[in-house]
């Protein structure tokens, strides 16, 4: 016998009885949640239902309580009202029926789920006193066309259970604190430089923090709640999740900060900051190596300054490539497929309301990309990603892999890095009042800034042309002919074509700007050059460096002395807190007084460091080097069983490397440039170093070489190939895929940093800046960075600071000069040791390199010198500047 409708509504009703029951069985409004889903599903007669609640920020969905999708997901599975099914019921605030989810445009499919079995939908919006709670969803196997009926019933159903649902977000119990807590420190990279708030993740998994590349997202995305809420009354870490959590929201929300004392002309116009990649952490892999480094370490003291900064970047679906070594020592590839959903983005949302998409002309097919959102502390960062659908095969793979293909992926992720950037950032109301283009790369985004100006105010390309370089800061890197990109006229036109167009210019006029000599048609066009003539202000990133561009580039400036030429330099730092130790940071609390970190930049702050006993910064820095031991044997077992090596050769591994020797580390870029086989001149006589019973010498490698740079992957080679020769088998050790990780332990642990490359060739160089800041000592060319640090006594030179025309001659002499510093300064002053056993005068050049060191080389410094000398100006925020009459 049928059921008539009416019977069927009937029975789909939920009684006030039924409503108490589910509030008295349930205990916790967790559990009461599941009472009523069960309930519903039950009633309603169908294979799922779940409750989705809004978060405190009400742009976010969680899961907060399902009867048939996975359990794992309850907690975990979050979506922002613009995505999926259930984000466009609370979006719109209204019901929404489909037969068949799987069709609708707004479908999203999380596979944690194990939704793929379900097709059906109905979702009714939670609404308690007029305000939107959340919403509750039915699904089904079979397609199911819901009658009105059924809606309007399951919408009465709604509001019924509403105020449990309202009660429960009130309490803030909905889901469990920690984990709420957890997911919200985990989607804003601060917890990177912040040892609380990691602590919290490592302990909530020690073993699986590790694996997952100490990715919370990852971590957070495989633990159940209840597994969460398990560990986290086992450690008592409920507080401790409080009081991270309240101190970023205090980080976020605090107002008496540097940046507001001295850059509010930036606040409603800020500062674009573009860069070819960002390196903040490892878990976020769009960086290679100092650039990027640099650029995430610019962007976070920006936010610690509380400086009005946006980076704009690229997503690299591949990013840069995997290392692993043969049994040769050579450098093989692989390139991975990164997660999207294990990584702290979110779409960017434009002016409209939807995800921005942009696209750009070309002559052949226009080039689409979307833009994801990162929140760095207070700053926020933009990637740009061409994989979305629409775009031709080609395109789709433009920004998978960083540095990777040729000239025409080159210029069509320049492209989409400068062009498409600014776009983005006017698709989402941000109108910067200052450029920064950090390199070459980005300096297309001139042209669509000029573009936009003549748009907006009418204006013809000149007079938008002589306004827009005011607003134009541009820093040059390298002094290696072959880090600047030149692009064909053929290239050039077929990207920039369309919009060389409406900028009402001729190619040849476009050109020009890139070329040294305009008029000289078989010059290529050089974003260099570009960034030179478009910018007024033009910085290298050292003081040596900044003589050396302006010898390089005193052609674009005729009739100028060398002195004369228009680029002068910030001298590069690093973010105090992403590179210091955890233990180094408890010595300087102990030491340097209270918040001494936010006064980094200031030189007073580090004169305190020569009062600390020294055992205790030699025991601090012990405990860090044993620490690095570990990880690199670690490390080196690990690559030997994957190359399937001998038994014996792995217990010789597990057992290599003494926490006596003087540890010596050698991590970057394997150009050939920076001559990693500079020890290996005189083979004879480092063996006669490295084994010395009574002053042994260990040297620990890492670092890549570019896929298509041959001869640097022969160096690689050399050093590696050192592990497996007797004589430095136990003093030679080459860690695998140089990443933040890695570098993280070797600039902490290691007593010397080496570094000597051919001078003037390294224009800054910050990896010894951290090793300053975890009380290491530097031995490097006085090049870069160091030409204008050392002293003669914070550290140890190689050479005079001179060059050979010959570079055999040059070489020579370095290495000569670099086994005499190591022979008769360095190794000795290490080994001299008191009747406590401390080194006493090494101790003291320690203290020397911090207080003379911390204050200049730290990103805290750099971006305050970035605002005062080059943002604030550009944005017209200065109170006075009086020039003489020429």
């Not at 983005?345 to 921005?356: F, K, R, S, T, W």
């Not at 989409?416 to 985004?445: D, Q, W």
């Not at 910018?535 to 460096?545: E, G, Y």
Request: neutral net charge; hydrophobic residues 40%.
């Amino acid at each position: 016998m049928s059921i008539s409708h009416e019977a069927m509504d009937e029975n789909l009703v939920l009684t006030l009885d039924e409503i108490t029951s589910l509030t008295k069985d349930g205990g916790k409004p967790s559990d009461t949640l599941m009472n009523v889903v069960a309930l519903i599903a039950s009633r309603f007669r169908t294979d799922v239902c779940s409750a989705y609640l809004l978060e405190p920020d009400r742009s976010n969905l969680v899961l907060a309580a399902s009867l048939g999708l996975h359990a794992r997901c309850i907690g975990a599975l979050r979506m922002p009202l613009h995505e999926g099914l259930a984000g466009l019921v609370a979006e719109h605030v209204r019901p929404v029926a489909v037969d068949d989810a799987s069709r609708h445009p707004r479908y999203k499919y999380f596979k944690e789920s194990g939704e793929e079995e379900y097709h059906s939908f109905l979702g009714v919006p939670l609404i308690d006193r007029g305000i939107l709670q959340g919403v509750l969803v039915v699904q089904t196997k079979e397609p199911r066309i819901f009658r009105d009926n059924e809606i309007r019933m399951l919408a009465e159903a709604a509001d019924q259970v509403a105020p449990i649902v309202s009660e429960a977000r009130t309490l803030d119990r909905f889901v469990a604190p920690a984990q709420e807590r957890l997911w919200s420190l985990a989607r804003n990279v601060w917890w990177s430089w912040d040892h609380d708030c990691i602590n919290l993740f490592r302990d909530l998994n020690p073993v699986r923090w590790r694996e997952l590349n100490q990715n919370p997202i990852a971590l957070l995305n495989e633990m159940p709640l209840s597994e969460i809420e398990r560990r986290a009354t086992e450690l008592v870490l409920h507080s401790r999740i409080n009081y991270v959590y309240r101190r970023r929201q205090e980080y976020l929300q605090g107002d008496r900060t540097w940046g507001a004392a001295n850059a509010g002309i930036l606040r409603p116009r800020p500062v674009a900051y573009f860069s070819a990649e960002f390196g903040l952490h490892e878990s976020l892999p769009i960086y290679s190596g100092g650039l990027g480094v640099l650029s995430g370490d610019h962007i976070k003291s920006a936010s610690d300054l509380d400086i009005p900064l946006v980076g704009v970047g690229l997503f690299y679906g591949q990013g840069y490539f995997l290392q692993r070594l043969d049994e040769k020592g050579w450098q093989r590839e692989e390139y991975l497929q990164t997660d999207i959903k294990q990584l702290p983005m979110q779409p960017a949302i434009g002016l409209d309301g939807q995800p921005v998409i942009v696209e750009i002309a070309t002559r052949g097919a226009a080039i689409r990309a979307k833009v994801w959102q990162v929140k760095v502390g207070r700053c926020d960062l933009f990637l740009l990603d061409s994989n979305v659908p629409g775009n031709a095969p080609e395109d789709l793979e433009t920004t998978s892999r960083l540095y990777g293909g040729d000239s025409r992926t080159r210029i069509r992720q320049e492209l989409l890095l400068g062009v498409g950037g600014f776009r983005a950032l006017k698709a989402m109301g941000i109108s910067p009042g200052v450029l920064h283009l950090n390199e070459g790369h980005s300096g297309f985004a001139v042209f669509e800034a000029i573009r936009s100006r003549m748009e907006d105010e009418g204006l013809d390309f000149y007079a938008a042309a002589s306004h827009i370089p005011r607003e134009v800061v541009f820093t040059t890197h390298t002094p290696v002919p072959a880090g600047h990109d030149r692009f064909s006229p053929e290239l050039i036109e077929e990207h920039l074509g369309p919009l060389r167009d409406q900028l009402g210019i001729s190619q040849e006029n476009l050109m020009g700007f890139g070329r040294e000599h305009p008029t000289d048609h078989g010059e290529t066009f050089c974003m260099t050059v570009l960034g030179l003539k478009l910018a007024r202000r033009v910085n290298a990133v050292s003081s040596l460096h900044g003589e050396v561009s302006r010898a390089m580039w005193k052609g674009l400036y005729p009739g100028r002395s060398e002195d004369a030429v228009p680029i002068g330099h910030i001298t590069n730092g690093v973010h105090v807190p992403s590179w210091l130790a955890p233990q180094m940071f408890r010595l300087y609390d102990r030491h340097l007084g209270v918040d001494w970190q936010k006064r980094s930049g200031s030189k007073s702050t580090w004169e305190a460091i020569e009062t600390v006993d020294d055992g205790e910064l030699w025991e601090t820095h012990l405990a860090l080097k044993a620490r690095l031991l570990d990880f690199a044997r670690n490390r080196a077992v690990e690559q030997a069983e994957r190359r399937t090596e001998s038994p014996e050769s792995i217990r010789r591994l597990r057992k290599t490397l003494s926490p006596d020797a003087l540890t010596i580390g050698f991590a970057r870029r394997f150009a050939t440039y920076k001559r990693a086989n500079l020890l290996l001149k005189d083979i004879e006589r480092l063996a006669s170093m490295v084994n010395d019973p009574k002053r042994p010498v260990q040297f620990l490698f890492s670092g890549k070489a570019h896929p298509h740079d041959e001869p640097g992957k022969r160096v690689l080679q050399q050093i590696a190939e050192m592990m497996r020769d007797s004589q430095f088998a136990e003093k030679f050790l080459f860690i695998e895929d140089y990443d933040i990780n890695v570098g993280r332990h070797f600039v902490q642990g290691v007593d010397v940093w080496l570094n000597n490359p051919r001078r003037p060739l390294e224009a800054s160089g910050t990896s010894g800046q951290k090793v300053v800041l975890n009380g290491g000592l530097n031995l490097s060319v006085l090049d870069g960075w160091w030409a204008e640090a050392f002293d003669g006594l914070n550290g140890f030179a190689i050479g005079k600071g001179r060059t050979h025309s010959n570079m055999d001659v040059h070489d020579t002499r370095d290495g000569e000069d670099l086994y005499r510093v190591l022979s008769g300064e360095l190794i000795p002053l290490f080994y001299d040791r008191d009747r406590d056993g401390l080194p006493r005068g090494w101790i003291k050049r320690m203290k020397r390199t911090i207080r003379t060191l911390g204050w200049r080389f730290n990103a805290d410094r750099m971006v305050m010198d970035y605002t005062q000398k080059c943002y604030v100006p550009a944005a017209g925020g200065t109170s006075s500047d009086i020039r003489p009459l020429c």
